[in-house]
């Protein structure tokens, strides 16, 4: 049984066109959930944390919502560099962390 | 920044041999992790050590070991690989404490012929 389920599995998107990214869990007692990037044939990059519900962090056109049950990741105007695949992971107690097996963003010029 | 280096990008080995995958980091983390990535099954975890000269099992520890001999240094140790092992190999370390981010190295793309 998945603990974190991310969605939609793939997007697409022109450029400009602004979307956001799911990232639900089931999992109870949550510590932290982080937002990773990920290029082809590179290893995912560490975008950001969120501890509790109703925190929001930004990064240029990124911003990371939280709520007790699911975060969102806001892609505001993206550009054709925005195209990777984005991972969410939760971390519950003292144990490592749990990704989700993400979303796959394209963004078309 | 956080520097996470894996010994090889590319790697090809034949069947039955003993494979060492090689990790080290530059910021005196104290834990460090290895996942396997394969298409549809996303990041799995495979051991991961909260200290020197400890180890723990994660997910999908069979047919693997792993060596933390030195804080900085986490060695994958495939035992007699196998054409199943064929995978991207990643390399994570996070400072100890409370909740930190993971910082990942660039991957080993293994092939087992």
């Not at chain 1, 699911?70 to 971390?91: G, M, N, R, W």
């Not at chain 2, 099954?41 to 723990?56: A, N, P, T």
């Not at chain 2, 994570?92 to 990942?104: L, Y």
């Amino acid at each position: 049984e998945d603990q974190v389920t991310q969605s939609p599995e793939a997007l697409r998107l022109q450029e400009g066109e602004s979307s956001s990214l799911n990232c639900s869990y089931t999992v109870s007692g949550l510590r932290g959930l982080f937002w990773y990037r990920q290029d082809p044939g590179k290893g995912p990059e560490f975008l950001f944390t969120l501890y509790s519900a109703g925190e929001e962090k930004e990064k240029e056109r990124l911003k990371a919502t939280l709520t007790k049950k699911e975060s969102f990741l806001h892609i505001t105007a993206p550009k054709p560099e925005d195209s990777a695949t984005y991972l969410c992971a939760v971390q519950v107690g003292n144990t490592p962390l749990v990704f989700g097996k993400g979303t796959r963003l394209s963004v078309i010029a | 920044d956080v520097k996470v280096t894996q010994s090889s990008r590319y790697l090809v080995k034949r069947t039955g041999e003993k494979v060492f995958l090689e990790c080290v980091q530059d910021m005196d983390h104290e834990n460090m992790f290895w996942y396997r990535q394969d298409p549809g099954l996303g990041l799995r975890l495979i051991y991961f050590s909260y200290d020197v000269k400890m180890k723990e099992k994660g997910d999908i520890p069979e047919g693997y070991s792993v060596s933390r001999e030195k804080k900085e240094r986490f060695s994958l140790i495939l035992e007699s690989a196998s054409t199943n092992q064929t995978s991207m190999y990643l390399c994570a370390s996070s400072a100890g404490g409370s909740t930190q981010p993971q910082h990942f190295g660039d991957g080993t793309r293994l092939s087992i012929l």
